[in-house]
C-alpha cells in the first residue's frame, strides 16, 4: 500500500508509522528523520539543512523532492511506503504525482494545544531515531532507548519558538494539502488526540487493514 502520512507536527505520524510500518510490511520513510541522519554524518546535504531545519523553516521543494524520488526508486518501495512528512507542500505533491500513484492519504487531526504539550515533551533516540515522551510514553530508564540503549534528546526544533514557526508553516503551506487530496477522493481523516493504541485501532479501521 503506498500511503501518506499528513498532520501537524507532533500529530504522532511518527510514532504511528512505526507501528504501521509493521502492519503493513512496508518501508517508513520519513524526510525529517532522512535529514537529520544527514545532520548527524555532517553530510554535504546536512550542512546545507541544519540551519532551516533548526529554525523550524521548511527544506527548498526541489532539494526534497530529490531526495524523495531516490528513495522511493528503492527496491524495497517498489510494492508500497509509508510517506510521513512528505509532502509538506502543494509543489511537492504534485511532483510526487509524476513519479509515484499514492493510494491514500492518512490526516491525522489534533488541535494546536495538544500539539504544543507532544512536542515540547518529545524525546527522541540519537541511535535509532525512536520516540519518546517525558509524560505519555516513558523509556523504562530515563533518557535511554528502550529499543537500542541510545541516549535520548530533544530535538533543536521541538524548542518553543521552532514550534510555533512550525505551526505556522504547517498552516500556511502544508494543511492546502489536506482539500487537495480530499477533493481526489483519497483522503482518510484519524483523530489522533487518543493514546497510541486507539490511534492504531482508528487507523486500521479507517483503511480497512486486520
Ligand atoms: P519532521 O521530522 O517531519 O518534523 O521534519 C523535521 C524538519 O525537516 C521540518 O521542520 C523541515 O525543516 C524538514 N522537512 C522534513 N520534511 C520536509 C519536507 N517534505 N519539505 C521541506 N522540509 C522538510
Known sequence: ???????????????????????????HISTGAIFRAAIAAKSPLGLKVKAIIDSGKLVDDGTTIELVKERLA????????????????????????????????????IPDSSVVERLSGRRVCRGCGANYHVSFQKPKKDGVCDACGGELYTRDDDKKEAIEKRLEVYRAQTAPLIDHYRAKGILVDVDARPQVDTVVANFRKALSVQ
Do not use: C, H, W
Open 1 to 27: 500500500m503506498k500511503l501518506i502520512f499528513l498532520g501537524p507536527p507532533g500529530a504522532g505520524k511518527g510514532t504511528l508509522a512505526a507501528k504501521a510500518t509493521e502492519i503493513l510490511n512496508v518501508p
Open 74 to 109: 528503492q527496491s524495497d518501495a517498489a510494492k508500497g511506503y509509508i510517506l510521513d512528512g512528505f509532502p509538506r507542500t502543494i509543489p511537492q505533491a504534485e511532483a510526487l504525482a509524476d513519479f509515484s500513484t499514492v493510494e491514500k492519504v492518512v490526516n491525522f487531526d
